[in-house]
T-cell receptor, first 115, second 115 residues
């Protein structure tokens, strides 16, 4: 058990809809990362938050947004969903300080299926 | 930009034989390199990391990795493969662009260990 909790584990929805994925990081971790894993794109970095503030952006679509709340949990919002958004979405956390060696702790993922 | 490449989509090995999963990297500065494993329907689990020091790094489940600066490689190895090692393996490099940690992952290599 990595200590990172993601909900829901599975989600099925229709094109055009909006969903929210939730992540609770490990106790004490300030950084939260979102990754998308799909068959054809591999593991893609989406976005990183540190202590409530956005820190790094990767290949995140404009239809997607995220935030990190004061209690450090994070939500990834996916809107105007398309078939191609079907994927496994991972949240990871780390201490995130400058001395952090970079090891990430991953949740079990949220599997999104868009029909 | 930092990147890693995993040249093999799949590696097949017989149980009891040694295994190698290849990874090459491209970084500016000193590389922080990682290996993660993903079992079916699970999140990524940390195996080992190289930051500095000995070129041979030992990790979880009997795995080790050899850092080779001249060949810019960080291959994952195990002396004797088990069927239970069958999984998806990811090499990753720490990216500090923007001043904050994130990991950039390779495309992954599927390891199949046959009885």
């Amino acid at each position: 058990d990595s200590g990172v909790t993601q909900t829901p584990k599975h989600l099925i929805t229709a094109t055009g809809q909006r969903v929210t994925l939730r992540c609770s990081p490990r106790s004490g971790d300030l950084s939260v990362y979102w990754y998308q894993q799909s068959l054809d794109q591999g593991l893609q970095f989406l976005i990183q938050y540190y202590n409530g503030e956005e820190r790094a952006k990767g290949n995140i679509l404009e239809r997607f947004s995220a935030q990190q709340f004061p209690d450090l949990h994070s939500e990834l919002n996916l809107s105007s969903l398309e078939l191609g958004d079907s994927a496994l979405y991972f949240c990871a956390s780390s201490v995130g300080e400058i001395w952090d060696t970079g090891e990430l702790f991953f949740g079990e993922g949220s599997r999104l299926t868009v029909l | 930009a930092q990147s890693v490449a995993q040249p093999e989509d799949q590696v097949n090995v017989a149980e009891g034989n040694p295994l190698t999963v290849k990874c090459t990297y491209s970084v500016s500065g000193n590389p922080y390199l990682f290996w993660y494993v993903q079992y079916p329907n699970r999140g990524l689990q940390f195996l080992l990391k190289y930051i500095t020091g000995d070129n041979l790094v030992k990790g979880s489940y009997g795995f080790e990795a050899e850092f080779n600066k001249s060949q810019t490689s960080f291959h994952l190895k195990k002396p004797s493969a088990l069927v239970s090692d069958s999984a998806l393996y990811f090499c990753a490099v720490r990216d500090l662009s923007g001043g904050y940690n994130k990991l950039i992952f390779g495309a992954g290599t599927r390891l199949a260990v046959h009885p």
